[in-house]
Structures are given as structure tokens and as C-alpha cells.
């Protein structure tokens, strides 16, 4: 089993930046692709970004491309999303993931969940 506990969720100004922080513990973390997700009110849960296991490589849903950063700490057992230049429609709660395979992240079927962090952006 993996646990995953995410943090650094909050209310923010559009315009502003959050970084996230996904805590694992239970298995080998550097064994693991992960992955954010998120899902606003009233709306599917959606990918957000992966990175591989080493960090070389990494994938964004592009409505965020070029504002989020996905990256990890293998050292530390800890995944990032740096969020910059928030818009009200980034409004979620945010879930980390993890997966033996990328793929499946990307294809929103990771292996273990976190319980999730809430973002909200003001207009």
C-alpha cells in the first residue's frame, strides 16, 4: 500500500501561485509515476500532470501548460504541482496519484489516491 497526503491547498487571488506537496509513505517512492488531478464542483475529475519516476519526463493537460510545474523529490518521497498565474477556473480540489505505470495515470486509473486538497481562486 501506498499512502498519499497532500497539502499546501488554500484560497488565492487570480493572478497568485500555490504550491502543492503530496507526502508518500508505504513503499518505495522512487518506484512510482505520479500524478495531479483535480475536480471542480459539479464537474468530472480531470488529469492535471505526470511525471515519470526518475522526474525526466512529465505531461500537462494543456489548459495549464506553461503555468504548472509538476516535479519531485525522491530523496524527500514527495511530489510538487507549483501553480502559478491561477485563474478562477483552476478552482478544485486537487488529488495526488500514483501508479507503477504512467500510462495509467494519464489514463486517470492510478494504483492509490490521496484524499485530496482544495484550491479555490478569487476573481
Known amino acids: 500500500q501506498v499512502q498519499l497526503v497532500e497539502s499546501g491547498g488554500g484560497l488565492v487571488q487570480a493572478g497568485g501561485s500555490l504550491r502543492l506537496s503530496c507526502l508518500a509513505s508505504?513503499?518505495?517512492?522512487?518506484?512510482?509515476?505520479m500524478g495531479w488531478f483535480r475536480q471542480a464542483p459539479g464537474k468530472e475529475r480531470e488529469f492535471v500532470a505526470t511525471i515519470s519516476v526518475s522526474g525526466g519526463m512529465t505531461y500537462y493537460v494543456d489548459s495549464v501548460k506553461g503555468r504548472f510545474t509538476i516535479s519531485r523529490d525522491n530523496a524527500k518521497n514527495t511530489v510538487y504541482l507549483q501553480m502559478n498565474s491561477l485563474k478562477p477556473e483552476d478552482t478544485a480540489v486537487y488529488y495526488c496519484?500514483?501508479?507503477?505505470?504512467?500510462?495509467?495515470?494519464?489514463?486517470?486509473?492510478?494504483?492509490?489516491w490521496g484524499q485530496g486538497t482544495q484550491v479555490t481562486v478569487s476573481s
Open positions: 508505504g513503499r518505495t517512492f522512487s518506484n512510482y509515476a
Open positions: 496519484a500514483a501508479s507503477t505505470l504512467m500510462s495509467r495515470l494519464r489514463a486517470q486509473r492510478p494504483d492509490y
